[in-house]
């Protein structure tokens, strides 16, 4: 028997009621739903709707049903059309009257709007926790390679010298950020709904400021139609989940790139590898490549919930219900993905030699080296053309900036000396950039103290 059934004369199409029907996924929330329902006959017992021993009644009622869930001695079936119906029912049968008194002063409206912001904001602790983790496997790369030389890119082409920790570090950033984004979500989202009835609110004299801080919220929202049909904070969520795909992907795209024969700048761990069915000789990095490629997944999560929401009057429709599978899809997808992550980053060692050769064979040194003729009284434009020349030299020969003799520096330019050489070190050409976010030594310590400080205390 439907818990809405009494105004029906036929029972619902096995069809119908299998479209309509959500406990296949909604009963992920079990918890969060059990939670908001004791909260709720908790106020009721306190403003005198129902009685102090109906409400033990109930809480003892719901407080079974969820160790028997847990236990597995309870299961569900499909017999029941969501979640919120499935434990009342089952409520209902073991306590008998009082468990009809639970949905007193509510509507499934603002109940699945409740259990889905406890749901969510659970969740929100959970990737920003997994960002923390990940934030400080990226951290001990950082203070272990400040003195790690390898270059820095721009469309791809070798561009200047950086070291690994500055280049960890501009992940590091990014992270943060995606930290920063969820924090914010979680504030905004933090007011209760509950209370605010199918749309209109209710009759009863309910207390919902007390229900919102039974529930660990800020505060009750204080529109009822905005309450049972905002879904906001699941289009922000989405948003900021495909940010973090976003971040992960480009790390992903690099390690997959310093992985290559051509780089070989890191090897990846054998447990987060895999190999060819037919060439013995391949190592793959298939969890780089497959975070890469779950990206686009959790793109579609947004993608739908902006379109599912686009065209919908108020309050609540049914088309909302579509809000759920791929927000538990996108939600550990990306859990998954910032754990796996994080685990290879910590197995991965790098090869800092190869990584120092190709900063200096790709000519990382040559803008160093224009800075010297400037410094020594050339005019850029003047300087730029001249060591213009010098990389055509040496890739006429094969060499590197570093490989000229003098004499072959002065054939081109009288300006140069001997010194050109501690001009054009990649140690030099690293440590001289101090400016803050620069990659220098003693800058990358400071901004590792200031990111340290950031990780104690957030």
Known sequence: ?????????????????????????????????I???????????????ITEADKEAIIGGLNSILADIEN????????HEDIHSFVEAHLIDRIGEPGKKLHTGRSRNDQVALDMKLYVRDE????????KTLLESLIKVMEENTETYMPGFTHLQKAQPVTLAHHFGAYFEMF?????RLTDIYNRMNYSPIGSGALAGTTYPLDREYTASLLDFAGATLNSMDSVSDRDYIIELMSALSTIMMHLSRFCEEIIIWNSNEYRFVNIDDSYSTGSSIMPQKKNPDIAELVRGKTGRVYGALTSILTT?????????????????FTFDAIDTTKGCIALFTGMIDTMTF??????????NGFTNATDAADYLVNHGVAFRDAHGIVGQLVLFCESKGISLDDMTLDEFKAISPVFEEDIYEAISLKTCVEKRLTLGGPGKEMMDKVIAINKEYLANN
């Open 35 to 49: 939670r908001g329902s004791i909260a709720h006959v908790t106020m009721l017992a306190k403003q005198g709707i």
């Open 351 to 360: 090869n800092k030699e190869n990584m120092e050769s190709s900063a200096k």
């Open 124 to 131: 929100v602790v959970e990737l920003n926790d997994l960002l």
């Open 72 to 79: 597995g001695t309870l299961e569900f079936t499909n017999e």
């Open 1 to 33: 028997m439907k818990l809405w059934g009494g105004r029906f004369t036929k029972e619902t199409n096995q069809l119908v009621h299998n479209f309509n029907a959500s406990l296949s996924f909604d009963q992920k929330f079990y918890k969060q739903d």
């Open 176 to 180: 943060k950020r995606d930290r920063s």
């Open 309 to 325: 929401m686009k065209g919908l009057p108020l309050a609540y429709n049914k088309d909302m219900q579509e809000d759920k599978e």
